[in-house]
């Protein structure tokens, strides 16, 4: 709210405080809404705004405009984290003053800054702390930016190798979604989020059918809600899945083939560096390999 324009159409209009607030309100109200931006009740500032010939929606000549931008900052943060184009996230996240972001905006920063800072290794500390804060008030946060705060702590946990805790918080990210309706395309994202870095985990540990499972589930939401968010990395993470699995030659291919269409529809060049480099790397069956491991 842009105070000042109030106080410039009284003084224009020649009114004192004591003048303007007659029959609507105490000139102390006044006094604290002009001097100190304590906003009174909405009836008293829509008589006083009546009062000086305007609306109060003058008061925010700007608000649309700004959260326009906001969220469309937001929405390019989100898409770098989808590209793993990590850094540049973090480059836009700290163009954006949390001071004047909407509840819901917030919400949505504490998430996409911890999720930026655990995906670059940053210290874990900082991580923890913006995703306990959406999980401080279950009752008022919206439900989707829980169920991302476990699985980004779940990644902290992951990649501090405590996989007992990195599980108990992928697990209870699953089961909200479990419970969660989408409801618009954003939402798809976030579920594949969820469900993207719930089969990275499982895969890291390496309970293959779990991964298998949310990717293959990733894939089928996709097609329902037709998008092609996270598809690249999810037939990325299927064809190592694959190959580890001794899959055949071909499927393992046909599955890194998918994967690069798609990292080209979405431009994710950080994937097609390591689909070529994957491609060229030489197969090794899974079970000679552990047959080596088990000689060194």
């Keep these: 709210m842009d105070i000042q324009i109030f106080v410039n159409r ?48 003058e008061l925010f000549p700007s608000v649309a405009i700004k959260d326009s931008v906001i969220n469309k900052k937001l929405d390019k943060i989100e898409f770098h984290i989808v590209n793993m184009e990590y850094e540049e996230a973090e480059e836009l996240i700290h163009s954006i ?40 008030d279950h009752s008022d946060v919206d439900n989707k930016y829980i169920f991302l705060a476990y ?15 990195a599980e108990y918080f992928f697990e209870k990210a699953i089961h909200q979604i479990d419970n969660h309706t989408i409801e618009s395309i954003e939402d798809v994202c976030r579920v594949l989020t969820v469900l ?61 083939r998918d994967a690069a269409a798609f990292a080209r529809v979405n431009k994710n060049t950080v994937l097609l560096e390591k689909i070529k480099v994957f491609k060229y790397k030489p197969a090794v069956p899974h079970s000679l390999a552990n047959s080596i491991a088990s000689l060194t």
């Design 151 to 165: 699985t980004g702590i779940g990644l902290i946990y992951m990649n501090q190798g405590d996989y007992d805790k």
């Design 10 to 57: 009284r003084k224009e209009l020649g009114l004192s405080q004591i003048e303007l607030s007659e029959g609507i309100c105490t000139q102390a109200t006044l006094s604290r809404f002009e001097n100190h931006g304590q906003i009174p009740s909405m009836k008293i500032l829509t008589l006083l705004c009546k009062k000086l010939h305007m609306d109060v929606g």
């Design 97 to 136: 003053n949390a001071a004047h972001l909407t509840t819901q905006q917030l919400w949505r920063y504490l998430y996409l800054k911890g999720f930026t800072q655990t995906l670059l290794h940053k210290e874990s500390t900082d991580s923890f702390f913006y995703f306990n804060q959406l999980l401080a």
């Design 196 to 256: 993207y870095y719930g089969g990275t985990f499982y895969a890291k540990i390496k309970e293959y059918d779990t991964s298998d499972v949310l990717l293959r589930r990733g894939i089928t939401i996709c097609s329902e809600n037709h998008v092609t968010y996270y598809l690249a990395r999810i037939k990325y993470l299927q064809a190592e899945n694959a190959y580890v699995n001794d899959s055949s030659s071909e499927e393992v291919k046909e599955l890194m």
